[in-house]
């Protein structure tokens, strides 16, 4: 017999609280109504249409990028508050992994995609119209605030969709659509800034925008929860759901998104590691959209529209990341399945070796070849190999976590993960002018590079102690909390719930 929690938030009955040997409400992947079991072209615009989505709100963070050096003159501002205006959506997304979780577990995935991107979209139309610089920052902030649970909800969709084995393959694609996005910021925004102005880069965004608003108008629920909740309303049964794994009251929702992740940032072995590496990742490469324009307009007279070109390296990269990653997962599924083996998950820690000497070989490449004197396609091709070892570590690293813990703890883990990796990408590329002014190029980013080789030695570590550090983690298997929900009809026992955060 299990108590009922009669203050339940997202339920109009009581949900039922969790007991022993309780377990996640999803689906099973062979009922119709699960998106597991859905035709694959149907699959594949879902995920098409959370891609579009995710491509949209970094690709208006990045183009931004093309009018910086603009900025300062246009508002009278120095180079410092201009900025903050590539940085502040940054501090706006930091908030998504709190709060989008709790949404998603009482609403769907698709009513708060369908809200994310139009309110994303109104910012970038007062964008387009800012008459001063307060507006431009607040609303670049508010972008990044309505926008993030976009990038946070992807990583369901997906999970939604397609099966726990190809998690490094799905999230090899979930990760592209924002390095897509990113890159083709100051790709296209570039010859936007040269042909029409600033605020041209707002109105582009809010064509793309609008486009993947069309396209994904007819997107339907994948969240086996709602799915669940809908089946219940429509036959008027009496089931009842489990409480919600973000937690059902505020202080239990609180409690999985803000407070432990913070606890797990300063007391978990396993996410200090993860957040600290991923950070300095992140840090460096946002950092490139300020740090490469600059560098190659000084070093080779590069103006915006060939600068923006320059990201075609990140393109590059991304696909080998991709390529790479997707085909190592395949070898050891492989070789797992000829053994008769279940997979072993510090496994998805091998692109992140590969992928941590590409980070420090291409920094110390770009350090000491952006010289007059050789050729520029030299130390472009080198961001190339760093955002190919980046992508590779990113990808890694999340699908490890993404399995390393039961649910709540999983959710507090990559909420500690993502909001620790934005603050970094937001806070280095205020300073990075500085840094190439003060200590040079050959410097700053020989800096970046000796820290990175430091940490080659992380994924390793993982590699090895990783299990260990899991078993003995206080948020392993034995780790009892609400996410540990009572199995009801319909659902699929076994499974874990996979709502997590990817940005």
């Given amino acids: 017999m299990h108590a009922t929690n009669t203050t339940s938030h997202d339920e109009t009955a009581p949900c039922l609280m969790p007991g022993s040997g309780s377990s996640g409400h999803n689906l099973l992947p062979t009922d119709p109504d699960s998106p597991m079991s859905w035709p694959i072209l149907k699959k594949i ?11 949209v709100v970094v690709y208006g963070t990045t183009t931004y990028t093309a009018a910086i050096s603009a900025i300062p003159d246009a508002f009278g501002v120095s180079m410092h508050t201009a900025l903050l205006g590539f940085t502040l959506p940054f501090f706006g997304v930091f ?35 800012a008459s001063n610089i307060s507006t ?18 992807i990583e369901g969709t997906f999970a939604d969709v397609w099966p726990a084995e ?15 996005g990113a890159a083709f910021g100051p790709i296209i925004g570039g010859f936007v800034f ?23 108008a007819a997107m339907p629920e994948t969240y086996g929860r709602e799915i669940l909740r809908t089946r219940i309303r429509y036959n008027r049964s009496n089931i009842k759901l489990p409480c919600a794994q973000s937690g059902v009251t505020f202080a239990e929702m609180a409690h ?50 060939q600068a923006g070109l320059a990201f075609f390296s990140a393109v590059g990269g991304l696909v080998l990341a991709v390529l790479s990653s997707c085909l190592i997962e395949a070898v050891t599924s492989k070789q797992n399945k000829s053994m008769g083996a279940m997979e072993n998950i510090e496994s998805r820690l091998i692109p992140a070796i590969f992928g941590s000497f590409l980070n420090a070989g291409a920094l110390f490449w770009v350090a000491f070849t952006a010289d007059p004197a050789i050729h520029y396609l030299v130390p472009i091709f080198g961001t190339a190999v760093y955002v190919w070892g980046n992508a590779m570590v990113l990808i890694s690293f999340i699908s490890y976590v993404f399995d390393a813990y039961p649910p709540a703890g999983t959710l507090s883990a990559l909420t500690s993960a993502a909001c620790f990796r934005l603050v970094c990408a937001g806070i280095v590329p205020i300073f990075i002018i500085d840094m190439l002014t003060d200590l040079n190029g050959k410097w700053t980013f020989s800096i970046f590079g000796i820290i990175s080789a430091v940490m080659i030695i992380i994924p390793f570590i993982l590699y090895k102690f990783g299990s260990t550090l899991r078993m003995k983690s206080a948020y392993s ?27």
């Avoid at 920052?137 to 926008?147: D, I, N, P």
């Avoid at 009892?480 to 009809?489: G, V």
Wanted: include cysteine; hydrophobic fraction near 55%; proline fraction near 7%.
């Fill in 477 to 503: 298997p034995r780790w009892t909390s609400i996410s540990m929900t009572e199995p009801i009809a319909m659902v699929d026992s076994p499974s874990q719930e996979r709502d997590h955060i990817s940005v």
């Fill in 194 to 216: 040269a042909a029409k102005g600033p605020a041209w880069l707002s109105w582009v965004t809010l064509f793309f925008a609008t486009i993947a608003m069309a396209f994904g």
């Fill in 256 to 305: 999985i998104t803000i407070f432990t992740p913070l606890k797990m940032l300063v007391t978990e072995p396993l996410v200090i590691i993860v957040s600290l590496y991923l950070g300095l990742n992140f840090a460096v490469v946002f950092q490139w959209f300020i740090s490469v324009p600059a560098a190659l307009g000084a070093t080779y007279g590069f103006d915006v529209k």
């Fill in 166 to 180: 190809k998690t490094v393959t799905y999230y090899s694609f979930l990760t592209a659509a924002s390095y897509l």
């Fill in 136 to 153: 431009l920052l607040a609303f670049r902030f508010l972008a990044g605030l309505f926008g993030g649970p976009c990038l946070v909800l």
């Fill in 95 to 129: 908030f998504a992994p709190i709060y989008t979780p709790h949404l998603a577990e009482r609403y769907g995935r698709r009513p708060i995609y369908l809200a994310s991107l139009p309110l994303f979209s109104l910012c970038v139309v007062v964008i387009g119209l």
């Fill in 45 to 55: 615009y879902v995920s098409a249409v959370s891609f579009a989505f995710a491509f």
